[in-house]
């Protein structure tokens, strides 16, 4: 469960975010190399400004439990950090079995993070197979909605989003401003290629979800999400077929 803290107000926290994207060299590819103050950070450099600038019960990581690279990136600076798990009531048995081996295995706290409706009052409310009839609404209520009501006690949230997964992400920066939320945004493996966060994975012996190896490069709720061929986008096996390429937590 949830002991999240906020102490500070949006305008104090909206001045921190800019501070630590100067501090930590944001590159982005919209970012001119001329513009940066210097290299960018390391994904261990921003944990660390992290840490160094929240307390705490203040920080949550968002996590998909495709692995716990982050988690355990993020915990080897804030030991017992949240990790905020979408509990969608979709999920592949493999990413629930690699919730529970992250939750085992890491020092970290596992908070789930569920819908107010479950599927069947949704499935009364708006009928059967939501997903494939209006998957931005089925997203909106079980994972958006979810998640910013969850988000509402912390200052700052780090995500595992990376430049490389999709078009949409390219100038995914390492901090940010969060207006939806209201919280400062962290996305310290930015940088990272999937082969880098499987290197990091295997070499830390993080909890990597079954999923993955049989060509899940990406892995969201289960009506939605199929295997991505050799070549294609990494983010090309979710929603397939339809014109959607994000859940809405990312926007």
């Known amino acids: 469960m949830s002991t999240a803290t906020r102490a500070r107000d949006a305008a104090a926290l909206q001045i921190l975010a800019a501070d630590g994207a100067r501090a ?3 590159a982005p590819r919209a970012v001119a190399p001329a513009d940066l103050p210097g290299p960018e950070a390391t ?3 921003v944990v660390a400004w992290v840490a160094e600038n929240f307390p705490l019960r203040s920080v949550a ?3 998909s439990m495709a692995d716990g690279a982050l988690p355990h990136l993020v915990s080897q600076q804030l030991p017992g950090v949240d990790v905020l798990f979408l509990n969608t009531g979709y ?3 493999e990413t629930t079995f690699t919730r529970n081996e992250v ?3 890491l020092d970290v706290t596992i908070v789930d993070v569920r819908p107010e409706l479950t599927i069947a009052a949704q499935t009364a409310v708006h009928g059967k197979d939501l997903f494939a009839r209006d998957p931005n609404l089925c997203c909106a209520i079980r994972k958006v909605e979810p998640l910013h009501r969850a988000l509402g006690g912390y200052e700052v949230w780090i995500t595992g989003v990376r430049r490389d997964e ?3 992400r390219t100038d995914t920066p390492l901090v940010t401003w969060d207006e939806r939320n209201s919280l400062v945004k962290v996305n310290p493996v930015a940088a990272w290629s999937f082969d880098d966060l499987i290197d ?3 070499v830390h012996d993080v909890p990597v979800n079954p999923l993955v190896a049989q060509g899940y490069p990406s892995i969201g709720c289960a009506p939605c999400t199929r295997p991505v061929a050799p070549g294609e986008d990494p983010r090309a096996g979710r929603w397939a077929g339809l ?3 994000e859940c809405g937590l990312h926007l």
């Open 24 to 26: 930590l060299g944001d």
């Open 103 to 105: 939750a085992e295995r």
């Open 243 to 245: 014109a959607k390429t």
């Open 61 to 63: 990581v968002a996590c």
């Open 166 to 168: 999709s078009p949409t």
């Open 91 to 93: 999920h592949f048995a």
């Open 200 to 202: 990091y994975a295997t």
């Open 43 to 45: 994904p261990e450099q």
